[in-house]
């Protein structure tokens, strides 16, 4: 099983090229936990609400390793509670990035925020550029940090696209370049 994760700043594209990186691939996908919790509980999150999303998270994510398909797909992944968490609350449970860290992940498909528009769908808050980058940077630095397999993907949507059925591929073929 190849376990790719894609990551980085709202309204970059992760979930559509999550989509289409399984109609390429097959695969299962492993959805956002956060929205699933804000959908449900039907108002905003508390710093006191992280631990039970970044569980929530995990818990799909282990359902769905359990299944061992081919190829993960993982929309998300701590990281991405473990930053949040930080930018909105300025602090974030200690266990959220031992927990990450305990996890093997092949390859990390990194979203620039440059080169798309950001779309407001009720639950992002990052309107402005400058913060979506601030996000990419913090994420590209953890990854880098921490001797993560990435790529970063940027440009406008076909491009985006493209570079991320190409990198999938190259993973699948176990020619991945870290």
Known sequence: ?????????????KSWL????Q???????VGEYVR????REQRDTCYGDIPAIARGQLEWEDSARLAAPRLLILDTHLLSNILWSRALFRDCPS???SALLARR???HLLLSPQGVTWV????????????RQAFFDDSL????????PLQVIEGDWPQRRDQALDAVEHLLNGLAEH
Not at 1 to 13: A, R
Not at 18 to 21: D, G, H, L, V, Y
């Open 1 to 13: 099983m190849k376990v790719l994760v894609l990551c980085g700043p709202e309204s970059s594209g």
């Open 18 to 21: 999550s989509t289409e990186i």
């Open 23 to 29: 109609a390429r691939f097959g695969g299962e996908v």
């Open 36 to 39: 699933h919790f804000i959908d």
């Open 95 to 97: 266990w959220l990035e």
């Open 105 to 107: 992940y092949d390859l």
């Open 120 to 131: 407001s769908d009720g639950q992002r808050c990052q309107p402005r550029l400058e913060a």
């Open 141 to 148: 630095h953890w990854l880098r940090t921490h001797r993560q």
